[in-house]
């Protein structure tokens, strides 16, 4: 999520996109102050005077994505959210791996999310999505994923029940990496 672009933020607190330490991934009740690294990195201030306004817009997450969710029926199987769905994606690219297009980002009814680029990436450089929308919230980490990579694409799959797209069409989910 990204920081509120103007009124009230604080270091603390439970208001999403109001509070530094959410936005950081750190409890509402967190220690932290304005001159440690990681909030002087998200406010983009390496060094000198820093201010609770730097913070304004800010998002510690590396990429976002709106998908608006497509669905396919093929035989007894069925794909939610963008690829074989059909579906769109806000920019296609994936800035973790220097704008690499997204193939798919979709989940399939025999239980699989799939996350693919075009092109041969590593298994790193981030760490997890987070859908929003679709009817909830719902975190995956990299780590839990089977990865491939054949050389002309990298594909994360999730072996899970948990459809994060819902089930109907034309719905925006919000696709977080960190």
């Known amino acids: 999520m990204t920081l509120a672009s103007s009124g009230t933020l604080s270091i603390g607190g439970s208001t999403a ?16 102050n304005l001159n440690e690294t990681d909030l002087r990195t998200l406010a983009g201030v390496a060094s000198g005077t820093i201010s609770i306004s730097d ?17 396919y029926v093929a ?11 059909g579906g769109s994606i806000s920019d296609g690219t994936f800035n973790p791996k220097s704008g690499a ?4 980002l979709e989940w399939v009814s025999t239980g699989t999310l799939s996350f693919s680029l075009s ?3 590593t298994n790193a450089d981030w760490t ?5 929308g679709g009817g909830g919230t ?14 002309t694409a990298t594909t994360w799959n999730w072996s899970t029940g948990t459809n994060p797209f819902g089930t109907t ?10």
């Not at 035989?75 to 769905?85: E, I, N, P, S, V």
């Open 169 to 178: 069409a034309g719905v925006n989910v919000t696709a977080t990496f960190t």
């Open 75 to 85: 035989k007894a199987t069925t794909y939610y959210g963008y690829g074989l769905a």
């Open 17 to 32: 996109n109001r509070s530094i330490n959410l936005e950081l991934g750190r409890s509402a009740t967190a220690t932290s």
């Open 138 to 151: 719902y975190s995956f980490n990299r780590t839990a994923a089977s990865y491939t990579n054949n050389g």
């Open 55 to 71: 913070f304004y817009g800010k998002s510690a997450s590396l990429d976002v994505q709106t998908v608006t969710v497509g669905v």
């Open 101 to 104: 297009s997204i193939i798919r």
């Open 128 to 132: 997890t999505v987070e859908f929003t």
């Open 119 to 121: 092109g041969s990436y």
